[in-house]
């Protein structure tokens, strides 16, 4: 007889949570249902995407007032919009009148005026106009205003909270990464690049690919290996809100720049890697930064907003173009065996094998610990 849905979550959170009782050298792989169960993945939606700090892009999309770009999260429609004081406001993107969606895409705006009945919202979210709605009993203008969402700025990176009754601030949950991404100065760095895709992955194959370098020599030999070779990889402390890992300069491998003054020799001749659990994933560069936004649309597919920042401020010099091709080029080799992993996932025999040592896969157990103390039993 088929197992449940309820059978299925059942497994995957008695997994994590005999996982938090294990002791460092006993960690291995998650089975393959904490991947491809849809069950499993509604849990994530509502526990961890409706709950947790999410992020969802970088001020440099929105520089100038009136400036606005839409997003997506486990199906609530946000604008993302700059008002005429500089602020930056994170609100629904449904109209309080019928439910349509108002705004598409990315542009500059006064106002947001919804194309089903011309209802009209200030840059704030405030409700300006309704048209012919003066009549109507009991209407107060000022009662219907856009929802606005918890906000908070991270190195100039966006991040979300739909919880609107959340209490808990992003900044205090990462404050002791401070000293490994201090002197890269990523929120002084100019935006340069920034794309969206869909990979037919799950979400989190693609946070724990980024979060380690196990893979950098053998799957990305022609682009990543002669710079930031597997075996030159080392853990990073990890807190209750995030994990990191540094990825050491092959000794043949020039200094990359420009890059800020201040960078230590180590610095220099480094990239820093975290994850801000659960979804945003970041690697800080002497030279450059890479994020990567990410959201699960199905089990299967993932939503990706990413983007390159610099020291460099011209989109369009060579050095910015080189560093954007690399970044497209190893992007490709993973998103091909990624792909190819969660075919893996789907076999009926896979059963999952132990993690690599700390300096490489290390992050990936403190994943699994941050998952076990919310998912699990008692999370």
Same mark, same amino acid.
């Given at each position: 007889?088929?197992?449940?849905?309820?059978?299925?979550?059942?497994?995957?959170?008695?997994?994590?949570?005999?996982?938090?009782?294990?002791?460092?050298?006993? +960690?291995?792989?998650?089975? @393959?249902?904490?991947?491809?169960?849809?069950?499993?993945?509604?849990? &994530? #939606?509502?526990? !961890? /995407?409706?709950?947790?700090?999410?992020?969802?892009?970088?001020?440099?999309?929105?520089?100038?007032?009136?400036?606005?770009?839409?997003?997506?999260?486990?199906?609530?429609?946000?604008?993302?919009?700059?008002?005429?004081?500089?602020?930056?406001?994170?609100?629904?993107?449904?109209?309080?009148?019928?439910?349509?969606?108002?705004?598409?895409?990315?542009?500059?705006?006064?106002?947001?005026?919804?194309?089903?009945?011309?209802?009209?919202?200030?840059?704030?979210?405030?409700?300006?106009?309704?048209?012919?709605?003066?009549?109507?009993?009991?209407?107060?203008?000022?009662?219907?205003?856009?929802?606005?969402?918890?906000?908070?700025?991270?190195?100039?990176?966006?991040?979300?909270?739909?919880?609107?009754?959340?209490?808990?601030?992003? +900044?205090?949950?990462?404050? @002791?990464?401070?000293?490994?991404?201090?002197?890269?100065?990523?929120? &002084? #760095?100019?935006? !340069? /690049?920034?794309?969206?895709?869909?990979?037919?992955?799950?979400?989190?194959?693609?946070?724990?690919?980024?979060?380690?370098?196990?893979?950098?020599?053998?799957?990305?030999?022609?682009?990543?290996?002669?710079?930031?070779?597997?075996?030159?990889?080392?853990?990073?402390?990890?807190?209750?809100?995030?994990?990191?890992?540094?990825?050491?300069?092959?000794?043949?491998?020039?200094?990359?720049?420009?890059?800020?003054?201040?960078?230590?020799?180590?610095?220099?001749?480094?990239?820093?890697?975290?994850?801000?659990?659960?979804?945003?994933?970041?690697?800080?560069?002497?030279?450059?930064?890479?994020?990567?936004?990410?959201?699960?649309?199905?089990?299967?597919?993932?939503?990706?907003?990413?983007?390159?920042?610099?020291?460099?401020?011209?989109?369009?010099?060579?050095?910015?173009?080189?560093?954007?091709?690399?970044?497209?080029?190893?992007?490709?080799?993973?998103?091909?065996?990624?792909?190819?992993?969660?075919?893996?996932?789907?076999?009926?025999?896979?059963?999952?094998?132990?993690?690599?040592?700390?300096?490489?896969?290390?992050?990936?157990?403190?994943?699994?610990?941050?998952?076990?103390?919310?998912?699990?039993?008692?999370?």
């Amino acid at each position: 007889m088929p197992s449940s849905p309820q059978d299925c979550v059942k497994r995957v959170r008695d997994h994590l949570t005999a996982l938090r009782a294990l002791p460092r050298e006993r +960690a291995a792989a998650m089975p @393959a249902e904490y991947y491809t169960s849809p069950d499993f993945l509604n849990l &994530e #939606r509502d526990e !961890l /995407f409706r709950k947790q700090w999410i992020g969802i892009g970088h001020v440099g999309e929105i520089p100038k007032p009136g400036d606005y770009f839409t997003a997506e999260l486990v199906d609530e429609q946000l604008i993302v919009a700059r008002s005429t004081d500089k602020s930056i406001h994170v609100l629904s993107n449904v109209c309080r009148h019928r439910g349509s969606v108002i705004a598409r895409g990315t542009g500059n705006a006064k106002r947001f005026i919804c194309p089903y009945h011309a209802w009209t919202y200030g840059l704030d979210g405030n409700l300006i106009a309704a048209p012919l709605m003066d009549g109507v009993a009991h209407f107060e203008r000022t009662r219907f205003r856009l929802p606005q969402f918890g906000l908070e700025i991270w190195q100039g990176f966006i991040f979300v909270n739909l919880d609107r009754e959340a209490t808990s601030p992003l +900044a205090s949950q990462i404050a @002791a990464t401070e000293p490994y991404i201090r002197n890269y100065r990523p929120a &002084e #760095r100019h935006l !340069l /690049f920034n794309a969206e895709e869909v990979w037919q992955t799950n979400w989190k194959c693609l946070v724990e690919n980024f979060m380690e370098g196990y893979h950098l020599s053998p799957m990305h030999a022609k682009t990543l290996h002669a710079v930031t070779p597997t075996a030159l990889c080392e853990k990073l402390p990890h807190g209750s809100g995030y994990t990191g890992y540094r990825a050491n300069f092959s000794p043949s491998c020039p200094e990359r720049g420009p890059y800020t003054p201040d960078l230590t020799e180590k610095e220099r001749r480094s990239d820093v890697f975290y994850c801000i659990y659960p979804s945003f994933v970041v690697g800080f560069c002497p030279h450059f930064t890479l994020y990567m936004c990410l959201r699960p649309l199905t089990v299967d597919t993932v939503g990706i907003r990413w983007g390159i920042t610099g020291v460099a401020d011209d989109p369009n010099s060579k050095v910015v173009e080189d560093y954007v091709q690399l970044c497209k080029d190893f992007s490709a080799e993973d998103r091909v065996q990624l792909e190819q992993l969660f075919l893996g996932l789907k076999s009926h025999h896979y059963v999952p094998g132990p993690l690599a040592p700390d300096a490489f896969e290390g992050t990936i157990w403190d994943m699994l610990g941050y998952m076990a103390e919310r998912l699990g039993h008692g999370g």
